[in-house]
């Protein structure tokens, strides 16, 4: 399995992205995945900052709700996140992964699917 990330950048506080990944490599049809967005700031753990489920169902980490939406696009193996108003704590290296809920668990829960991982998209705000 391989992921693709783009998209990252500089920006302003307050400014807007938006990322772009691409999964390919996979067995399963793409839309019978689980996909989430994380991020690694440097010193911290990476996190699950998004995630999209098969039925379109959406999670996000308390810090970027209503900044932050993530759509998918089956047909072309992709997952986009676009970043609204961000702040200087959203900088960090953004990657893209297939995600594993637990039964009875919550994307809170989850871990990524896949032990590989893409070079990821740098975003960094700054003024």
């Known amino acids: 399995v391989r992921f693709v990330e783009s998209g990252g950048g500089v920006v302003e506080p307050g400014g807007s992205l938006r990322l772009a990944c691409v999964m390919s490599g996979h067995l399963a049809m793409f839309g019978a995945y689980d996909m989430g967005w994380y991020r690694q700031a440097p010193g911290k753990q990476r996190e699950l900052v998004a995630y999209i489920d098969l039925a379109d169902r959406t999670y996000y980490v308390d810090s970027v709700k209503g900044r932050f939406t993530i759509t998918r696009d089956n047909a072309k193996d992709t997952i986009d996140l676009q970043m609204n108003d961000l702040k200087y704590e959203d900088t960090a290296v953004y990657h893209c992964?297939?995600?594993?809920?637990?039964?009875?668990?919550?994307?809170?829960?989850?871990?990524?699917?896949?032990?590989?991982w893409g070079q990821g998209t740098q975003v960094t705000v700054s003024s």
């Open positions: 992964n297939a995600v594993r809920v637990p039964p009875a668990g919550s994307p809170a829960d989850s871990a990524p699917l896949y032990a590989t």
